[in-house]
């Protein structure tokens, strides 16, 4: 029997004796793309972060496609990770996608055509020469999620992917998600955008105070919310908690 996708057991995170999450439990492995929602400070990225390997959970396990993560605390093999502000290489646009996948040991001649043929299937083989640290906001969420998906995930995680992007560019991206999801890799996100997740999310994960409230299709999610937290949610009631600097 094959092992689920992924798999959050009781997750616990706790810096500085802080509670971020809470017995986080999550088993996933039919929805094509899964959007993860919730208030500011619900905990939404550092679940992703320990869903990829990069943050180790004080409490509880996690598992994808029935593997423990690596102990070096490197990312999990077969899984891709685009941060809401992506770091990008100096050098081209090309460049940025064959230094992607320069770990595969593969020819020069073959890194190229795959990052040529990637650069036309997102739409951006016209800025191939171009320095990638000079693309516009779309663009650069593009170009990395681009050489995220060159590298072939069976997973792949987008945190905010379209944060302060204009609707054409927004509009772009989405396109883009579709895309990878058809492609059969499976799509885990972070969206404040509850439109775009409506337009997207075959199901949804409602996290607030760091604690998994409500799972459901998208489509019941908005639908009928089972928790009075997800209805006030929705009606915009839970508002974005400021980060306060502790007085001295």
């Known amino acids: 029997m094959n092992a689920p996708l992924l798999e959050l057991d009781g997750i616990c995170f706790r810096p500085g004796g ?38 180790q ?25 685009v941060f809401q502000h992506p770091s990008l290489f100096r050098g081209s646009v090309l460049d940025n996608l064959m230094l992607a996948r320069h770990a595969a040991g593969l020819p020069e001649k073959t890194l190229r055509e795959e990052a ?21 906001g779309g663009e650069r969420q593009r170009l990395a999620i681009a050489r995220a998906w060159l590298t072939g995930p069976r997973l792949l995680m987008l945190d905010e992917p379209t944060a ?23 799509v885990l996100m972070t ?13 949804v994960l409602f996290l607030t105070a760091g604690r998994l409230l409500e799972r459901s299709r998208a489509s019941d999610f908005f639908r009928a919310p089972r928790t009075g937290e997800a209805q006030r949610f929705l009606q915009g009631e839970l508002p974005w908690q400021p980060q306060l600097t502790p007085a001295s």
């Open 18 to 55: 802080r509670t971020v999450l809470d017995r986080v439990d999550f088993t996933w492995g039919e929805a094509s793309i899964c959007a993860l929602i919730g208030p500011n400070g619900a905990g939404k990225t550092v679940t992703l972060r320990i869903a990829h390997g990069l943050l």
């Open 57 to 81: 959970p004080d409490a509880g396990r996690v598992r994808f496609e029935g593997r423990a993560p690596p102990r070096d605390d490197t990312a999990f093999e077969g899984q891709a990770l």
């Open 116 to 136: 040529l043929a990637m650069l036309e299937r997102v739409g951006l083989s016209a800025l191939v020469r171009a320095p990638a640290l000079k693309l516009s």
């Open 164 to 186: 302060s992007l204009d609707p054409a560019a927004r509009e772009s991206i989405e396109s883009l998600i579709r895309e990878i999801a058809a492609s059969g890799c499976h």
């Open 191 to 203: 969206s404040h955008n509850l439109g775009q997740v409506a337009r997207l999310a075959d199901e």
